[in-house]
């Protein structure tokens, strides 16, 4: 490793610590996006803001950071969101020795903040030593936590990139994730009919009642390997002495597969409506597609780029499959070849999130040398 490329880890901890300490709930971006103009701008390069803010009503939009690079080589994308769950006001990060957290109030927000940090080092590296690179289209996006609204209002025409990094997963440093499930999202409405619940009970239909029966029929959770399924919220009902008449339904569905979520969604869909059916009432059933799956193909040469970078951090890669949505699957949805690289954050959305100052550094480590790997690849191409 060359001694001038050495990470700068009391920096990189100060920095961190200041980003975190900066709240940034979705929507709310516009504060930690004007530190990171500000570190970047700085350097000399040049940002850009776009119409994302506008878009989903938020005081921010994407920022996206053109770095020049080797003339020759693809752009590469490289990625972390701004956002941070609730509750991330006013956060007071805590160093210990081995690792920080917040102070038990708050979230610690290194989800998504260890990225940005990185990503700010990595410039800064990059800058000072003049090191060969491909150009970069480094994004920093908003809205990741509701639903992943900043990758979806970019415009995939802003962007040069051939292909990129994503840097938001947990688990330890060395994980690639290639495989997310799409999402869907369903909103039903099972129907009844009212009547006095003591007087003519015999009048109504419970639209509980029937939920309930159609719910308990229903497969959910687990499906198999790669599909699951979750009630999550359900609403309805007045009083105990009317037979209630409409309950609502809030559900989602996953799958790495597409073929096999259609067939998750049309179950929950044909249970519903069959057993209003049985009594005499009826289901409304609607679904939105929330994200689309993303799968990196076998052969993909981001996998041996990837564990190139990993190997010369001196650890083994570990490729995984992630249950859960990230800006990759919007991004690899437009096109744009990306996995999703461990960073080592722990716990994260809950109020014992933290992360090891070994994988703070290792994180940004990690980020230098993907960009050395990505030369290499690109010197022998
Ligand atoms: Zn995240």
Redesign the pocket.
Known sequence: MDAVLTIDQERLIADFMTLVSIGSHSREEANVAAYIKGAVEELGYSVEEDQAGDVVGGNSGNLIVRVPGHADWPTVLLMA?MDTVAPGHGVRPIRHADRITSDGRTILGA??KAGVAGLLHLLTMLHATGEDHPPLEVVFTIC??VGLLGAKALDRSSLKANYGFVF?SGGPLGSVVTHGPAQAKMMAIVHGKAAHAGMAPEKGVSAIEVAAHAISEMKLGRIDERTTANIGQIKGGFATNIVCDAVELYAEARSLDDDRLQAQQSHMTQVLEQTAKRYGVHADVEWTASYPAFALPEDSFLRSISANAIHRLGLPTNFVHSGGG?DANVISGKGIPVVNLAIGYQQIHTLEEWIALDDLTGSAQLMVELIRAISEYENHA
């Open positions: 969101h989800d998504d990741e936590e938001d990230s």
